[in-house]
C-alpha cells in the first residue's frame, strides 16, 4: 500500500472563493484534516497532508509531496458567478481518469449533486484551474461542489462528515 497525499487547496494567505463569511481554503482544509483521519483510522492508511489543524501550505509545498505518492488529491471548491451553477468534477492527467471519476461518483451518491464533465472527469487544462501543477505532477485537483452556490453549501455544513467519509471510502478502494 503506498503513501496517499492528501492537500488542501490555496493557503493561509490566498483564501480562493469567497461566499459570504465562507473560503475555499478554510473548507478544503476541513476536508483535507476529515479525509486524512478516517483513511488513518479506519483504513489503517499512511497519508501525508499538507498541514495540520488550519495550516494550509502553499501549491509549491503541495506539489513536492505529490511526487512519489500511490495518490495525491487536493481539495478545492468550484465557483462561479452563475450562483445556480452545480456539481462535482475532478481535474487531473487523463491516466487518472477511472479514479477521478471513482471519486466523483461516491461523493455524488452521498450528496445528490450532479456529475460534472466525463462521469465527474475534466483534462488538467479544463476550468479555471487550467494548467494546474498540481495536475500536472500527477495529483487529483477535486471539487465536490460549487462554494458559490448558497444550497450546495448549506448542504454541505450539514452533511460534512457524510461527504468525506463517501470521499475517502473511494480514495482508499483506488489506492487498495
Ligand atoms: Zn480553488
Same mark, same amino acid.
Given at each position: 500500500m503506498g503513501l496517499i497525499v492528501i492537500t488542501a487547496g490555496h493557503s493561509n494567505t490566498d483564501p480562493g472563493a469567497v461566499n459570504g463569511s465562507h473560503r475555499e481554503a478554510e473548507i478544503a482544509c476541513e476536508m483535507r484534516n476529515i479525509i486524512a483521519h478516517i483513511l488513518r483510522s479506519d483504513y489503517g492508511l499512511t497519508v501525508k497532508t499538507? /498541514?495540520? /489543524?488550519n495550516q494550509n501550505l502553499p501549491l509549491r509545498d503541495a506539489v513536492k509531496l505529490? @511526487? /512519489?505518492? !500511490?495518490l495525491a488529491v487536493e481539495i478545492h471548491c468550484n465557483a462561479a458567478a452563475n450562483k445556480r451553477a452545480t456539481g462535482i468534477e475532478a481535474l487531473a492527467l487523463s491516466r487518472h481518469k477511472a479514479v477521478c471519476q471513482a471519486i466523483c461518483t461516491a461523493a455524488a451518491e452521498a450528496s445528490g449533486w450532479k456529475l460534472r464533465g466525463d462521469k465527474g472527469y475534466k483534462p488538467?487544462? !479544463? /476550468?479555471?484551474? @487550467? @494548467?494546474?501543477a498540481y495536475a500536472q505532477a500527477g495529483g487529483i485537483v477535486f471539487e465536490? *461542489? *460549487?462554494?458559490?452556490?448558497d444550497k450546495d453549501l448549506a448542504w454541505y455544513k450539514e452533511n460534512t462528515w457524510k461527504l468525506c467519509r463517501a470521499v475517502a471510502g473511494a480514495i482508499a478502494k483506488a489506492a487498495a
Open positions: 499538507d /498541514g495540520t /489543524g505529490v @511526487r /512519489g505518492s !500511490a488538467d487544462n !479544463a /476550468g479555471q484551474h @487550467r @494548467r494546474l465536490p *461542489f *460549487f462554494i458559490s452556490n
